[in-house]
């Protein structure tokens, strides 16, 4: 089983598309064809489905597909990590983060590390924190960034904690919700919660943190800009970290109800696997980010 031949599978897998697999491997489409049918008799077994709208993977397909990307995965890291040993700082870095590390955190760490080390390409992925948890699970982030997730599996990760942050109510501006003084104001109220279901997100801890039932799902989205869609232009209620809240794109549209059991208090970590070697850029960008949070608590104390 040949490199080239499970490059060819995962393009036409991604691509769904053998024409298109073949541009992106760089060979003729009947080249490709014939890659994948070797390969397919190597495994024995159908690997693609065709027909006149494309392909796609069949059972067995899928399963080479995913461990393919990942054995690739690995094994350009482990050049990478080679070249990085020898002083050679080149390669990828791929970082999740949640929409309040983009806006504060990333763009300081990004001039800093690039500056230091202009020829590591950094991919930055924003997440909400359930998404990034899966991604680092597939190994398809080097590092997440955001706030330790509840129930962690003990051993599973390694967090640093990178700073502290407060996540606030907030409703449309303008709205007869922004008089509410207390959570049982707004108990009743159309909460929008953050993630893939309505059975996790920032609303519950913080009701539930209070000895309260928590509301029922009004909406469910997996971006801020959801979020801020929703809430801002309806009688809708969220969470979301007092700095996005307070940020001019965003205060033009939003309130934060004076409720007096305050906000949720959360902490910003960076997370990565617990028995991921990590590779030297990996080390030195979590120093960069680590020196860009330090920065941030310093003005915000001044």
Do not use: C
């Amino acid at each position: 089983m040949k490199l080239t031949a499970l490059q060819a599978l995962i393009a036409a897998v991604e691509e769904g598309s053998l024409r298109a697999a073949a541009r992106r491997v760089s060979v003729s489409q009947p080249a490709l064809t014939k890659i994948v049918r070797e390969l397919e008799q190597d495994v024995a077994a159908p690997l693609l489905v065709r027909s006149t709208t494309g392909v796609v993977p069949t059972a067995q397909g899928q399963v080479l597909y995913e461990r393919a990307r990942v054995a690739l995965r690995e094994l350009s890291g482990a050049m990478e990590e080679i070249a990085q040993l020898g002083g050679h700082m080149v390669g990828e870095l791929r970082i999740g983060a949640v929409p309040l590390a983009v806006m504060l955190l990333i763009p300081e760490t990004l001039r800093t590390f690039s500056r230091e080390f202009r020829q590591v390409h950094l991919h930055i992925r924003e997440e909400l924190y359930i998404e990034q948890l899966m991604n680092l699970r597939r190994s398809d982030v080097d590092v997440a960034i955001g706030p330790i997730p509840e129930n962690l599996p003990q051993g599973e990760f390694h967090i640093e904690a990178l700073m502290p942050v407060s996540m606030v109510v907030v409703v449309r501006r303008g709205s007869p919700l922004a008089g509410a003084r207390s959570l049982e104001e707004l108990r009743s109220a159309r909460w929008v919660y953050t993630g893939l279901a309505g059975v996790t997100g920032y609303a519950r801890r913080l009701f539930e943190h209070h000895g309260m039932q928590p509301p029922e799902v009004g909406a469910t989205v997996n971006s801020t800009l959801g979020l801020l869609s929703l809430i801002g232009s309806g009688d809708f209620v969220g969470l979301m970290p007092r700095p996005l809240a307070l940020h001019p794109a965003a205060a033009a549209f939003l309130e934060m109800p004076p409720i007096r059991e305050g906000t949720l208090e959360l902490s910003v970590s960076a997370i990565t696997k617990a028995d991921a070697v990590l590779k030297p850029a990996v080390r030195h960008f979590l120093a960069h980010l680590h020196r860009a949070a330090h920065q941030m608590q310093r003005a915000g104390r001044g």
